[in-house]
């Protein structure tokens, strides 16, 4: 890939324009979870949310030492963000006022026992193989297919725990 300084001004734009449209194209807080973890490398994010984290706290007027402490940077890097604000900085003052105030919302009670349930399925992968199996074949399965299984599973004694489990999964994908 060609570094960006190589690129001609026009490309560079389009480039940036093109970005700048997916971008907008983003709906939702999901979406834009799943666009920026396909484009980005965990580091690149966390630096990127960490620099948004800086510019929002040297706006409130926080000192050096505390954002040093609470983001984990050096003084090194808040310093050039820093001289980002003070030389244009709209950008940054701009997404500070919009971003939600307060805290993410802690996980429930709920979130906690359904990320315990599939870790457990995953370490126990026997005991839930009629499951997992269905799940695998229905995502390559296109939708006159995953009609066809249903209509097959259906069919099978519909007191067993297998077809209770099986039926759920297919409730899930129809």
Same mark, same amino acid.
């Given at each position: 890939?060609?570094?960006?300084? /190589?690129? =001609? %001004?026009?490309?560079?734009? @389009? ?18 979870? /799943? ?8 580091? @690149? ?11 929002? %706290? ?24 820093? +001289? ?27 979130? *906690?026992?359904? /990320? ?15 499951? *997992?199996?269905?799940?695998?074949? *229905?995502? =390559?399965?296109?939708?006159? +297919?995953?009609?066809?299984?249903? +209509? ?9 725990? %297998? ?10 994908? %129809?």
């Amino acid at each position: 890939m060609k570094k960006y300084h /190589k690129l =001609s %001004l026009q490309i560079q734009q @389009e480039l940036l324009s093109e970005f700048c449209e997916a971008l907008l194209n983003l709906k939702t807080t999901n979406e834009a979870v /799943k666009f920026l973890t396909d484009l980005l490398t965990k580091s @690149e994010a966390i630096m990127l949310a960490k620099r948004i984290r800086i510019a929002k %706290l040297l706006i409130e007027g926080r000192n050096y030492r505390e954002i040093e402490n609470s983001v984990k940077v050096s003084h090194g890097t808040i310093t050039k963000v820093a +001289q980002w604000l003070a030389e244009a900085g709209e950008g940054f003052r701009m997404i500070s006022r919009r971003i939600k105030k307060g805290k993410p919302k802690p996980e429930t009670s709920f979130d *906690l026992a359904m /990320k315990d349930w599939k870790r457990f399925k995953r370490h126990f992968p026997i005991m839930f193989w009629p499951q *997992l199996l269905i799940e695998g074949i *229905l995502k =390559s399965a296109d939708k006159r +297919q995953k009609k066809e299984i249903y +209509q097959a599973i259906r069919q099978l004694d519909h007191k067993s725990r %297998l077809y209770k489990q099986i039926n759920e999964v297919l409730k899930k994908e %129809l």
